[in-house]
């Protein structure tokens, strides 16, 4: 599997994830809802590296993926630790 649908199906991943904390979130502490509202503008940027990434050539794609795959680390360890909080 190349990289690009590697990193797709982590997007996928990340966009249940999402929905999952969503559904729990109106009962949230504040703290967490400031939390979300900070993990939202990581999805927009991860987001916005996946879209340059399908749209760049391929020369400078590997840059471009390696970024998008660490943001998008950061990204579901957010997403993983205001879904713990919101279990407790």
Do not use: P
């Amino acid at each position: 599997m190349d990289l690009l649908k590697e990193l797709n199906k982590f997007a996928d991943g990340l966009e249940q994830l999402r929905d999952e904390i969503k559904v729990q979130l109106h009962l949230a502490s504040l703290e967490s809802k400031q939390e979300w509202e900070q993990a939202e503008k990581q999805r927009d940027h991860f987001l916005a590296k996946l879209n340059e990434i399908t749209k760049e050539n391929s020369r400078s794609k590997e840059g471009l993926i390696e970024k998008a795959e660490m943001i998008g680390e950061e990204l579901k360890s957010t997403y993983q630790r205001i879904k713990d909080k919101l279990s407790e």
